[in-house]
């Protein structure tokens, strides 16, 4: 079936880290994936996104990784500032794409 | 730019009442979906609407629910004859196109609450 899931509910690092946030998903075929950022009261926010026929690819201070192999996804954050924290969700697109398949989030905290 | 615009923000509702949320998407989208939050969990989503058409409501409720896009104007989620279940927050995203790897924009969202 589909589903995406994430390792750990919630990571903790220090302002100027590097932080990882991993995700992991079951359905072999998916073929886009996305990482949305959602701070309290608001709606998910993009921040990057990756088709399955990309292994990598980055933005400012963020890189997402795919590795199909075994169904992993991950996001880091480069000099994680306290801005960052929020919750972070990895989703993909169902096989109709008619839909976007969330898992339940990484809270990140960043202390300074 | 105005992102995805969603009113009200919170709507506090009876047990029987009536729900109605809005929606209007990103300038130049034409393709809506709506997602259902509940604390501490991920996005589930519910409908996806293009205008005038209902493309998939797999994730909808087969009562009490309903979803519209009208050729002028916001879309909008029912939810007819609230029950305390339905608290939670509404999230509606539009997209340019449906095209399968174009990211969804978000609003954010509509809290309902049920008393």
């Known amino acids: 079936g589909e589903s995406v899931g994430l390792h750990l509910p919630t990571l903790s690092v220090q302002e100027g880290d590097n932080s990882i946030i991993n995700c992991a998903y079951s359905?072999?075929?998916?073929?886009?994936f996305i990482w949305y950022k959602q701070e309290s009261g608001k709606g998910p926010q993009f921040i990057i996104d990756?088709?399955?026929?990309?292994d990598k690819r980055q933005g400012q201070r963020v890189t997402v990784l795919l590795n199909k192999t075994v169904k992993h996804l991950s996001l880091q954050i480069a000099a994680t500032q306290p801005g960052d924290s929020a919750v972070y969700f990895c989703?993909?697109?169902?096989?109709?794409?008619?839909?976007?398949?969330f898992g339940k989030g990484t809270t990140l905290s960043v202390s300074s | 730019n105005a992102g995805v615009m969603q009113n009200p923000r919170h709507l506090v509702r009876r047990r029987g009442q009536e729900a109605r949320l809005r929606c209007s998407p990103m300038?130049?989208?034409?393709?809506v979906y709506w997602y259902r939050q509940l604390p501490e969990e991920g996005l589930k989503f519910m409908v996806y609407?293009?205008?005038?058409?209902?493309?998939?409501e797999s994730g909808m409720p087969k009562e009490r629910f309903s979803a519209e896009f009208p050729k002028e104007g916001p879309s909008i989620l029912r939810i007819q004859q609230v029950v305390r279940g339905d608290s939670a927050a509404y999230f509606c995203?539009?997209?340019?196109?449906?095209?399968?790897?174009?990211?969804?924009?978000f609003g954010d969202g509509t809290r309902l609450s049920i008393l």
């Open positions: 990756i088709r399955s026929n990309m």
């Open positions: 300038k130049g989208h034409s393709h």
């Open positions: 995203a539009s997209s340019s196109t449906d095209n399968r790897n174009q990211p969804q924009h």
């Open positions: 989703a993909e697109r169902n096989q109709a794409g008619t839909a976007l398949i």
């Open positions: 359905n072999s075929a998916s073929d886009y």
């Open positions: 609407l293009q205008k005038e058409n209902i493309i998939d």
